[in-house]
């Protein structure tokens, strides 16, 4: 990682285009300006694409797809999955690498778009929010190139912001984002249903359980979760689970029920 | 917080008998040990015990429930749900105050087993592992008395070791106790669901999500998790859940699908 450990065949900084002002596209264009030339970002939304140049040490603006500069050494197409391919088809002429964002866009479909080689994928494997500092350098990276060159210098440059890069091809790279996708979301939503409950019957809500819920995740990393699992299902106590269930609201307890039932059934199963 | 604070009506530092020798005792009695006198362990098994009791300054092992000194300040009852009025029944002719740490057993069981108002509740809002170290200060300590006095007492020895402190009543307890097991026990069985499919399907485990994870536990503590919740079914797009749902196990496609279907309907109710 650092400075001095990349630089484009003329020996210079590599040049990157971020198309796209999203979460995303900001979080990366934020992570590479340090170790880059980030030169120019387009948006769909101009004020967005000033917004974030405005955070940025030496890029401009792109006001439309024509005006993209074709001497960069990548294009970041960091956009929505249905967008990527309509973005990459006006980057046919370019003479970098063209990549895309997205964690289950296959990296064919930008090739066809792109009509090249020098295509591939760059997929933050995490979640983003505007207003959030992450570490980007914790972030896994999970790259992809049409061919071994491509893959090399993708390989590099992911590697100037993270510690973790990983070379995965696009279905494996949409596995994981799968579970990714079912591991975070499902979370948040029972973290949700405990915060509504909390609100609706105690004077507390989520914060209370703050220092339980980071235990519960550093308890799952380390032991693994099978080994950490707790709780009335897991100890097949049937009659707890019935209490709770009459405690709750319909669709909390619909998901206590189901959730219930899936445990009992991998752990007590005869 | 610390030494200092809290002294006996003798003036000395409170005398504290601990009963059980599990994941809640051991902790609490190392929390406890550096503040107060812990004078006694018992445990149903006597080698549990006498490996808490090596652990402590100044505790000796109770070999028997007739043998606990009653000289103590503090009866810490910490054993399974189900074993907390039997010991209690053990206890009526201390002169100290007699607590249990459950979520779930009401204050009145044990006041009718230990047949007196020196009786309450000392539950710490965590989960507690062999081996793991958690920083007590910041563990939510829910205490309860059966009157002003002993409510004044508990709230002082709960103040010794922890900066959260809350007086909560035996219904508002099981709330809690309800919304904890809720938001702890199935984030972790979503977690397992994940590992599972991330092993049977790519060379990774539940680790590659860790940063991800974590960033999205910070999310929802910070932003609540309403504002938080991403993901296919948030943004009502029904193509891709159906996607990923042929790609699970059945198992595994019934939390999906049934965590899919709440989201939806929360969000995209019409």
Same mark, same amino acid.
């Given at each position: 990682?650092?400075?001095?450990?990349?630089?484009?065949?003329?020996?210079?900084?590599?040049?990157?285009?971020?198309?796209?002002?999203?979460?995303?596209?900001?979080?990366?264009?934020?992570?590479?300006?340090?170790?880059?030339?980030?030169?120019?970002?387009? *948006?769909?939304?101009?004020?967005? *694409?000033?917004?974030?140049?405005?955070?940025?040490?030496?890029? *401009?603006?792109?006001?439309?797809?024509?005006?993209?500069?074709?001497?960069?050494?990548? =294009?970041?197409?960091?956009?929505?999955?249905?967008?990527?391919?309509?973005?990459?088809?006006?980057?046919?002429?370019?003479?970098?690498?063209?990549?895309?964002?997205?964690?289950?866009?296959?990296?064919?479909?930008?090739?066809?778009?792109?009509?090249?080689?020098?295509?591939?994928?760059? =997929?933050?494997?995490?979640?983003?929010?505007?207003?959030?500092?992450?570490?980007?350098?914790?972030?896994?990276?999970?790259?992809?190139?049409?061919? @071994?060159?491509?893959?090399?210098?993708?390989?590099?440059?992911?590697?100037?912001? *993270?510690?973790?890069?990983?070379?995965?091809?696009?279905?494996?790279?949409?596995?994981?984002?799968?579970?990714?996708?079912?591991?975070?979301?499902?979370?948040?939503?029972?973290?949700?249903?405990?915060?509504?409950?909390?609100? @609706?019957?105690?004077?507390?809500?989520?914060?209370?359980?703050?220092?339980?819920?980071?235990?519960?995740?550093?308890?799952?990393?380390?032991?693994?979760?099978?080994?950490?699992?707790?709780?009335?299902?897991?100890?097949?106590?049937?009659?707890?689970?019935?209490?709770?269930?009459?405690?709750?609201?319909?669709?909390?307890?619909?998901? =206590?029920?189901?959730?219930?039932?899936?445990?009992?059934?991998?752990?007590?199963?005869?």
């Amino acid at each position: 990682m650092g400075e001095s450990t990349y630089r484009n065949v003329e020996g210079n900084r590599p040049r990157i285009v971020i198309l796209g002002s999203g979460n995303v596209a900001t979080h990366l264009a934020l992570a590479l300006d340090k170790f880059t030339d980030v030169i120019q970002v387009w *948006s769909r939304t101009p004020s967005n *694409s000033q917004a974030l140049v405005s955070q940025l040490l030496r890029a *401009s603006v792109a006001d439309n797809l024509e005006n993209i500069r074709r001497d960069a050494d990548f =294009y970041i197409i960091a956009v929505s999955d249905d967008a990527v391919t309509d973005i990459g088809r006006h980057l046919r002429d370019v003479s970098g690498v063209v990549v895309h964002t997205s964690g289950s866009v296959g990296m064919g479909d930008l090739k066809m778009a792109v009509n090249s080689d020098r295509c591939g994928v760059f =997929y933050p494997l995490q979640t983003f929010s505007k207003g959030r500092q992450v570490d980007i350098t914790k972030v896994p990276i999970l790259i992809e190139g049409c061919n @071994e060159n491509t893959e090399k210098r993708l390989r590099e440059l992911a590697s100037v912001i *993270s510690e973790k890069v990983f070379i995965v091809d696009s279905g494996l790279r949409s596995r994981l984002h799968l579970a990714a996708v079912f591991a975070n979301n499902f979370t948040n939503y029972i973290w949700l249903l405990a915060d509504k409950y909390l609100k @609706e019957n105690t004077d507390y809500n989520l914060e209370i359980l703050s220092p339980l819920l980071q235990e519960t995740l550093a308890k799952a990393l380390e032991m693994s979760p099978e080994a950490a699992q707790t709780g009335p299902a897991r100890r097949g106590d049937t009659v707890i689970v019935a209490k709770h269930l009459s405690n709750l609201d319909p669709e909390s307890a619909k998901v =206590y029920k189901l959730l219930s039932e899936s445990i009992l059934n991998k752990f007590h199963k005869n």
